[in-house]
C-alpha cells in the first residue's frame, strides 16, 4: 500500500490555480500526524526539488525561494492530510509533484534529503 496518496494534479494554462492533496493511507495514518509533510517536485530533465513542508506538531512552513508568494501549504492532523494550493502558475512549475513525510523536517530542507514517506506523484502540466 502506498503511504502517500497524492490528488488534484492536472492540465491548466498559466496564470491559473491548483490545489494539491496528500493524505497518509490507512496503515500509515497512525503514526504520521506528527510528521513533518511536504511537497518536491520533478521537471522533465531536471533533478527533484523541493516545494514546500509543514511540521507536524508546531506547524512551521518552509517554502522554496521560486514559489514563495505563490503556494500556501497547509495541513489537517486528523487524517492528516496537507494541501499546496498553487497560484499564478506558469510553464515552470510543469512538473511531477511529490508529497513526501518524515519526522525530521531537516530531510526537506537539506539538498538531497530524502524523507521517509513517500506518494506515488501527481502530474502539473501549465500551458503558456
Known amino acids: 500500500q502506498v503511504p502517500l496518496v497524492e490528488s488534484g494534479g492536472g492540465l491548466v494554462q498559466a496564470g491559473a490555480s491548483l490545489r494539491l492533496s496528500c493524505a497518509a493511507s490507512?496503515?500509515?495514518?497512525?503514526?504520521?500526524?506528527?510528521?513533518?509533510m511536504g511537497w518536491f517536485r520533478q521537471a522533465p530533465g531536471k533533478e527533484r526539488e523541493f516545494v514546500a513542508a509543514?511540521?507536524?506538531?508546531?506547524?512551521?512552513?518552509y517554502y522554496a525561494q521560486s514559489v514563495k508568494g505563490r503556494f500556501t501549504i497547509s495541513r489537517d492532523n486528523a487524517k492528516p492530510t496537507v494541501h499546496l494550493q498553487m497560484n499564478s502558475l506558469n510553464p515552470e512549475d510543469t512538473a511531477v509533484y511529490y508529497c513526501a513525510a518524515d519526522t525530521q523536517p531537516a530531510k526537506f530542507l537539506r539538498r538531497g534529503g530524502s524523507p521517509e514517506l513517500w506518494g506515488q506523484g501527481t502530474l502539473v502540466t501549465v500551458s503558456s
Open positions: 509543514i511540521t507536524g506538531t508546531s506547524g512551521d512552513i
Open positions: 490507512e496503515r500509515t495514518s497512525s503514526y504520521t500526524s506528527s510528521y513533518a
